[in-house]
């Protein structure tokens, strides 16, 4: 059995996962969030920081960390592009469909389906999800997005371990649509984020849990700080 990749939550849609050694850091959104008070952003650690979209509260602290870490950033071209004339050395652009080579294996972006504009107000291209495997494990995460029939190719080309979706509603899925993304993608298994950061994405987690539950689906939702082994 191939060994457990550690999930680590900083709040929002802000997570770090642990693959083979290897440290990636997904929209970092830290000292924003009125959430995340107990989090150091300071001592969090990255090889890799892959941004989905545009939105503040998804890149806010991307600039800070990469050139605190020597990160790369992975993202949509338009947002590579932005942040390398932040002073972001390490950027990698990409679009839909497109993989890009990681150390134990490949990160694929794919489609979401929701808008994108920078902090400055320029545009912030396509916005995305991230597929990442290393042979033996795989886990999608959606970034902010609406349910989508796109997600079935997500399970026609990989078996998803995990999926990190967005439930808080309002701007993205609910739970309940969530859940109908989840049985998409073809996985038993759901890390909520994207919830209780802010009043319009509050939810009631026993009624969140029950629309996964009644697909057969277990949701886990995350407290700030907390690290998971998957």
Not at 11 to 17: D, I, K, L, T, Y
Not at 68 to 88: C, D, F, H, P
Not at 132 to 148: E, I, K, Q
Request: proline content about 5%.
């Amino acid at each position: 059995m191939s060994a457990p990749l550690q999930f680590t939550y900083f709040g929002h849609s802000c997570f770090a996962v642990v693959v083979d050694g290897v440290r990636l850091l997904f929209d970092p959104f830290i000292t924003g969030n009125p959430k995340a008070g107990s989090v150091d952003v300071n001592s969090i650690e990255a090889d890799y920081i892959l941004v989905t979209h545009g939105h503040g509260d998804h890149l806010a602290d991307a600039v800070a960390i990469a050139t605190r870490t020597g990160a790369m950033v992975i993202s949509n071209y338009e947002i590579a592009s932005w942040l390398a004339k932040q002073g972001v050395s390490k950027t990698h652009g990409m679009n839909f469909g497109g993989s890009y080579a990681l150390p134990f294996g490949r990160a694929k972006y794919v489609v979401a389906v929701h808008s994108s504009t920078l902090p400055d107000g320029s545009p912030g291209g396509n916005p995305g999800g991230f597929v990442v495997t290393n042979g033996t494990r795989t886990f999608y995460y959606a970034g902010d997005t609406a349910l989508t029939c796109d997600m079935k190719l997500i399970e026609a080309e990989f078996s998803v371990d995990f999926a990190v979706l967005p439930i808080g509603d309002t701007f993205t899925m609910g739970p309940e649509d969530a859940a109908r993304a989840a049985s998409f993608v073809g996985t038993s298994k759901v890390i909520g984020v994207h919830f209780d950061t802010f009043p319009p994405i509050a939810i009631n987690h026993d009624t969140a849990r029950r629309h996964f539950k009644d697909l057969g689906i277990e949701l886990v939702l995350p407290v700030i700080g907390e690290t998971i082994a998957l």
